[in-house]
């Protein structure tokens, strides 16, 4: 019952937490005392986190700011690498295999594909990596560990939001203007982050013990870009497959994405958003406790 | 005085079931679950070597602390002291709550700020100031605090201009300069600190030193590690020792240090640690010799002034200390025999020599220096007996070292000037200083 305080609401909690320590009326030298046993304190937690709030930041910053660091061309790498992916796919898989694409420029599938595809996958991956490349504050210092994977997050949102930009430029030199649907788009990015975040976490702490998962999750991701709709649109599949496709959680992201986007209401499948939804939802409950479940040994088993 | 740690029965299990530390692989985990029980019995040799083997050996334990149970007072400065693997780091890792533990229960009043390294966090790429806000951070600092702290911390680690310099670029003195005065700069109620001081030069060094001194003397409550029985001596006043897992002491530094660095020699050394004689030649005596064929050593002891052989002197009587010695042949230089005296730590306390110099004509011969009463404080020291002559080139006859290994001890009530001070009293020497005590003209009150 370590997690029970998840189901209820965080700021009433945390207030109520607070309470006795700002009040003025106690006892002015009152110290914050801290209790240590075999289990990691679940009561302070979230409120150790939301202390925490600014080493978020911090580790995210961190991230962005070395990454770009000593490159030439700098943050337009955003842009580069998925313009690259994004001529290879239109030339193969429009130009060369043929695919229907709609009556949509061939492009743009491919774009709306690929941008949800790029924040699920790179938030899954660093979100898996994050431990592992922070094992050395892991090891010396103490701070809620699932401030790691959050922060790890960033660096993707990042990444999308620039190739937004590409997404513009291509839409205006076609000519096309996205509908009412595109306010809905922050929905289906923040959907796709926390169904990546909430395997993310899981995988995590498997591969702070199990270095296995390094080598399986850029291979798992290879063949995901090509079982998920991102080179093609999700109809070019027989009907009687669809259903089944649609446990693939990435397709619900990607078609509500596209819908977003190009609103072709055509290309929308409900079971799969509906599976997408149920898929985060139950991702990220899980993730959470199972990361908090071994969020205390971490420290042991790298 | 109220607490700041309080500690109950800590025990912290690890289970190595796995090579080194590179984390386990995957297969170990299946194979556990194809194969639940080992699926051969191999024959292993009495003597052969132990078995690390994960499939062979999956429960194998190991109690990095274990009943573990201490009370520090607020601004109480404790270092914490025993041989390596002796659980000091386990027992910081989990008071600063990176790990957890395995049974018990701390309690702990006020912020913690743990100093298990220096620059923890530290990246390459960014600049000086960068880093000083993201190690800030990770240590625990509010964005508005370092901006606050910030002038200090760079004129604390006198980086100067290039603070705006990528860190890969400076030099490793001034990267640990920076990372350093970072975590000078933590304001916390208990700070745990690990051998960190042992960075940067000398001079550096001196400056940590004086800052620990100045945190420490705003009441904080600080817990340190370190090897350096000296620093330990000088930064706290209470030790922890721990060997094992186990708490063997927690007592004043004096006692606790002292009580460490005599089982270090006990388990070092297979013969008893005191020697009150030795005759040449001792297998166990090192006779360190630049000339041959003049004056060789024939033995030493050390005795009381009634002439009893013992290494074990009351502080308040003389201790004879005696060399005897063949010149082989009549010498047409001086000799010069010499006592250099070291404390338990190895530290040369002095050299005594003799007003004049000892006959050079052959024959047997003793010399003996007599240390006055409290010359020597209460504690072990060693005697390297020796024979020089200055004048010649090299000029060492011999230098027995370590051959003579006393202890000077101290009954209640022989020393007046403690004046009712009952803990120990520390430092090399206790002499006999002359004092004059008189009162001010014109003080009295009228």
């Known amino acids: 019952m370590q997690n029970r305080n998840l189901s209820i609401p965080l700021l009433p909690r945390m207030k109520q937490l607070l309470r006795p320590r700002i009040s003025p009326a106690e006892d002015v030298d009152a110290k914050p005392v801290t209790i240590i046993t075999s289990r990691f304190a679940s009561e302070s937690y979230w409120l150790d986190v939301w202390r925490h709030r600014e080493l978020i930041l911090f580790l995210a910053w961190r991230d962005l700011v070395v990454r770009y660091k000593q490159t030439v061309v700098g943050i337009a790498w955003t842009i580069l690498k998925p313009l690259t992916t994004l001529v290879v796919y239109t030339f193969i898989f429009g130009r060369v295999a043929g695919l229907p694409s709609h009556g949509i420029p061939y492009v743009l599938l491919v774009l709306s594909g690929l941008m949800p595809w790029q924040l699920f996958s790179t938030v899954f991956s660093m979100a898996s990596e994050s431990l592992i490349t922070n094992s050395h504050l ?28 590409l997404m513009a430029v291509l839409m205006l030199w076609y000519g096309m203007m996205p509908g009412w649907q595109v306010l809905l788009l922050p929905f289906v990015m923040l959907l796709a982050v926390l169904a990546a975040l909430g395997i993310g976490l899981i995988i995590a702490v498997l591969n702070a013990q199990f270095r296995d998962f390094r080598q399986l999750i850029p291979f798992a991701m290879q063949l995901g870009i090509f079982v998920s709709p991102v080179a093609y649109a999700t109809s070019v599949l027989p009907e ?26 055509d290309l929308i499948y409900p079971p799969s958003i509906i599976f997408t939804l149920v898929f985060a939802a139950v991702t990220m409950v899980a993730g959470i406790k199972i990361f908090r479940r071994h969020e205390a040994d971490i420290a042991d088993v790298m | ?48 070597e132990p078995v690390i083997d994960a499939r062979e050996a999956p429960s194998r334990e190991l109690w990095a602390l274990k009943d573990v149970g201490f009370d520090i007072a607020e601004g109480e400065r ?81 980086v100067g201009n290039f603070i705006d310099t990528p860190v890969k670029h400076y030099s490793s003195g001034m990267y640990v300069r920076l990372a350093f005065a970072v975590s000078a700069w ?22 940590c030193a004086a800052r620990m001194k100045e945190l420490t003397k705003e009441g904080r409550t600080v817990l340190f590690v370190s090897h350096s029985m000296s620093s330990v001596n000088q930064m706290c006043q209470k030790a922890l020792y721990l060997e094992n897992g186990r708490v063997v002491a927690f007592k004043s530094v004096e006692e606790a240090t002292v009580e460490y660095q005599r089982d270090v020699i006990e388990v070092t050394e297979s013969q008893p640690w005191h020697r009150s004689a030795f005759s040449v030649p001792d297998p166990n005596i ?102 020089s002559s200055f004048s010649q080139q090299p000029p060492v006859h011999f230098s027995a070292y370590e051959a003579l290994r006393f202890e ?39």
């Open chain 2, 408 to 446: 000077v001890m101290e009954e209640p009530g022989v020393d007046a000037r403690r004046h009712g001070w009952e803990r120990p009293l520390p430092g090399v020497s206790r002499p006999r200083l002359p004092w004059l005590i008189e009162r001010l003209p014109g003080s009295g009150l009228s």
């Open chain 1, 138 to 165: 892991v090891s010396k210092v103490y701070f809620p560990r699932i401030i790691i994977p959050v922060s790890s997050v960033a660096i993707s949102v990042v990444d999308n939001l620039v190739a937004f930009v």
């Open chain 2, 286 to 387: 090192e006779i360190y010799s630049e000339r041959s064929g003049e004056v060789i050593c024939l033995g030493g002891s050390i005795e009381t002034e009634d002439g009893v052989c013992t290494a074990h002197l009351p502080i308040e009587r003389p201790i004879h200390v005696k060399l005897r010695y063949r010149v082989l042949k009549d010498l047409s230089f001086p000799l010069a025999p010499n006592f250099h005296f070291y404390d338990e730590g190895g530290a040369r306390v002095f050299i005594s020599m003799p007003p004049e110099s000892s006959p050079s004509a052959a024959g047997e011969y003793c010399v003996t220096c007599i240390v006055s009463p409290f010359e020597l404080n209460n504690g072990r020291f060693y005697v390297n007996p020796a024979m």
């Open chain 1, 240 to 265: 009687k497959w669809r259903i089944l496709y649609a446990l693939n959680p990435v397709v619900g992201i990607i078609d509500s994405f596209r819908w977003c986007i190009l609103g072709e209401g």
């Open chain 2, 78 to 158: 404790v270092g914490i002291i025993g041989a390596n693997g002796a659980g000091k780091s386990t027992l910081l890792k989990i008071l600063s709550r990176v790990t957890t533990p395995t049974e018990g229960r701390i309690e702990i009043r006020g912020k913690v700020a743990s100093l298990l390294e220096v620059g923890t966090g530290f990246h390459p790429d960014l600049t000086g100031k960068e880093n000083i806000f993201l190690n800030g951070a990770i240590l625990g600092m509010s964005a508005r605090e370092i901006r606050r702290k910030f002038d200090q911390i760079v004129d604390f680690s006198g």
């Open chain 2, 186 to 207: 933590l304001d916390p109620d208990i700070l745990i600190v690990d051998e960190v001081l042992a960075v940067g030069d000398a001079a550096f060094q001196k400056k």
């Open chain 2, 1 to 48: 005085m109220s607490y700041a740690i309080r500690t109950e029965g800590l025990g912290k299990r690890y289970s190595i079931n796995r090579g080194g530390d590179t984390g386990r692989s995957l297969r170990d985990l299946l194979g556990s679950l194809v194969r639940p029980k080992a699926s051969q019995p191999k024959i292993i040799e009495p003597d052969s």
